[in-house]
């Protein structure tokens, strides 16, 4: 029988289309554990307890809060190109993503100015006596963190008689990556590279990430200067760690049969730890952390775990934890001991991440079905 070209059409889309969604998975618990990670290396740091196990297995080249947030960043990847090959409409899924990432930030950075700076302000002895007269202000803390996160990090002297002093939310500086990340999926995803040229976006992210390789092992002499600068800041990399997830997104049948591997997953994490000792793990991680870190979403005690836990904590986790520590150091809680002050501000954390998903960031993803909003309906649909 003679295929008409509508027929042909449908079958070359759906040979690269997403296969519905799995939510039984362990993402949920993998985040909160990754969220976790950071505020025990932050531990070590506000409460000035030197170096953790990672960083001397490492020889100081690599903590546990940065394989973290590595994590975290391919996770999100993965996660977010396959949103897009769900749904590949432009100002939609801009709207998602915003949803997803500003709400929350915006309350945190209202209830850090507000809150617990006043806390502050109240116990510290010869503090200013004008709350609305600091400089910088608590108001230009909100405004100028709206969009740029860390544009404005202390209020007035505080947080103040802490190791970090006047650094209110050291985590955030990841949220403008982040959010770069999101609008690279959306460009490369608009001109098709996640989709009907998914083959030609692949070897364009493998070829970044070979050319981290020769970058890593070349003279810099030999290279342009240009070259060398595409890999040159944290977070450049934790880029290339979001591109490599979002290369084992576009191939998600390939990706369900290597995960039926556990011996891949294996030798990857074997890898991936050799390579934090070795001090290679800069250009390596990109390839090895993402076959380990899927397969461990699909496996193991811990899946379903966000839908019996009842909400996906790990966002609120991560940006109350830093503000939580510092109050915590400011009442010199760590005098009593790493595991305590780590403790606290686990506890504490947790309490203020429940209250964020129930109260902010739940409510907001109920919108992701609404008409976006006019800045984003002008985008192709």
Same mark, same amino acid.
């Given at each position: 029988?003679?295929?008409?070209?509508?027929?042909?059409?449908?079958?070359?889309?759906?040979?690269?289309?997403?296969?519905? !969604?799995?939510?039984?998975?362990?993402?949920?618990?993998?985040?909160?554990?990754?969220?976790?990670?950071?505020?025990?290396?932050?531990?070590?740091?506000?409460?000035?307890?030197?170096?953790?196990?990672?960083?001397?297995?490492?020889?100081?080249?690599?903590?546990?809060?940065?394989?973290?947030?590595?994590?975290?960043?391919?996770?999100?990847?993965?996660?977010?190109?396959?949103?897009?090959?769900?749904?590949?409409?432009?100002?939609?899924?801009?709207?998602?993503?915003?949803?997803?990432?500003?709400?929350?930030?915006?309350?945190?950075?209202?209830?850090?100015?507000?809150?617990?700076?006043?806390?502050?302000?109240?116990?510290?002895?010869?503090?200013?006596?004008?709350?609305?007269?600091?400089? !910088?202000?608590?108001?230009?803390?909100?405004?100028?963190?709206?969009?740029?996160?860390?544009?404005?990090?202390?209020?007035?002297?505080?947080?103040?008689?802490?190791?970090?002093?006047?650094?209110?939310?050291?985590?955030?500086?990841?949220?403008?990556?982040?959010?770069?990340?999101?609008?690279?999926?959306?460009?490369?995803?608009?001109?098709?590279?996640?989709?009907?040229?998914?083959?030609?976006?692949?070897?364009?992210?493998?070829?970044?990430?070979?050319?981290?390789?020769?970058?890593?092992?070349?003279?810099?002499?030999?290279?342009?200067?240009?070259?060398?600068?595409?890999?040159?800041?944290?977070?450049?990399?934790?880029?290339?760690?979001?591109?490599?997830?979002?290369?084992?997104?576009?191939?998600?049948?390939?990706?369900?049969?290597?995960?039926?591997?556990?011996?891949?997953?294996?030798?990857?994490?074997?890898?991936?730890?050799?390579?934090?000792?070795?001090?290679?793990?800069?250009?390596?991680?990109?390839?090895?952390?993402?076959?380990?870190?899927?397969?461990?979403?699909?496996?193991?005690?811990?899946?379903?775990?966000?839908?019996?836990?009842?909400?996906?904590?790990?966002?609120?986790?991560?940006?109350?934890?830093?503000?939580?520590?510092?109050?915590?150091?400011?009442?010199?809680?760590?005098?009593?001991?790493?595991?305590?002050?780590?403790?606290?501000?686990?506890?504490?954390?947790?309490?203020?991440?429940?209250?964020?998903?129930?109260?902010?960031?739940?409510?907001?993803?109920?919108?992701?079905?609404?008409?976006?909003?006019?800045?984003?309906?002008?985008?192709?649909?």
């Amino acid at each position: 029988m003679k295929t008409s070209p509508e027929t042909s059409r449908l079958s070359r889309s759906s040979s690269v289309a997403a296969p519905e !969604p799995d939510r039984h998975n362990a993402i949920g618990a993998l985040r909160l554990i990754l969220a976790s990670l950071v505020i025990y290396t932050h531990a070590h740091i506000l409460g000035g307890f030197g170096l953790e196990w990672l960083s001397d297995w490492s020889r100081g080249t690599i903590d546990a809060g940065t394989v973290a947030v590595q994590c975290f960043f391919a996770l999100s990847g993965w996660l977010v190109a396959t949103s897009w090959r769900r749904q590949p409409k432009l100002g939609r899924f801009l709207w998602h993503r915003f949803l997803r990432l500003a709400p929350a930030l915006w309350v945190c950075l209202v209830v850090t100015a507000f809150i617990f700076t006043p806390l502050l302000w109240f116990t510290t002895p010869g503090a200013p006596t004008h709350f609305f007269s600091f400089e !910088p202000s608590a108001v230009g803390y909100v405004w100028h963190n709206l969009v740029l996160p860390r544009s404005q990090i202390d209020i007035g002297p505080f947080p103040v008689g802490v190791l970090w002093a006047m650094d209110w939310n050291g985590s955030l500086w990841t949220l403008f990556y982040e959010g770069a990340c999101y609008l690279m999926i959306a460009g490369l995803g608009f001109v098709g590279l996640l989709t009907r040229w998914r083959g030609l976006g692949t070897t364009l992210i493998v070829a970044l990430l070979g050319l981290h390789l020769v970058v890593a092992t070349v003279h810099p002499s030999w290279l342009p200067v240009s070259t060398a600068r595409l890999y040159d800041t944290p977070g450049k990399l934790l880029t290339l760690h979001f591109l490599a997830g979002a290369a084992w997104a576009v191939w998600p049948h390939a990706t369900a049969a290597a995960l039926r591997r556990p011996w891949l997953a294996f030798a990857a994490a074997l890898a991936l730890v050799a390579s934090w000792h070795a001090m290679i793990h800069p250009w390596l991680s990109p390839f090895v952390l993402v076959p380990a870190l899927l397969w461990l979403t699909r496996h193991g005690p811990l899946v379903d775990f966000e839908e019996k836990a009842g909400g996906d904590y790990s966002y609120g986790l991560y940006i109350y934890g830093y503000p939580v520590q510092q109050i915590l150091a400011h009442f010199r809680v760590q005098n009593l001991g790493f595991a305590l002050y780590l403790a606290a501000g686990l506890i504490l954390t947790l309490a203020l991440a429940v209250l964020s998903w129930h109260l902010v960031e739940k409510r907001a993803l109920t919108l992701k079905s609404l008409p976006w909003p006019p800045c984003f309906a002008l985008l192709p649909a």
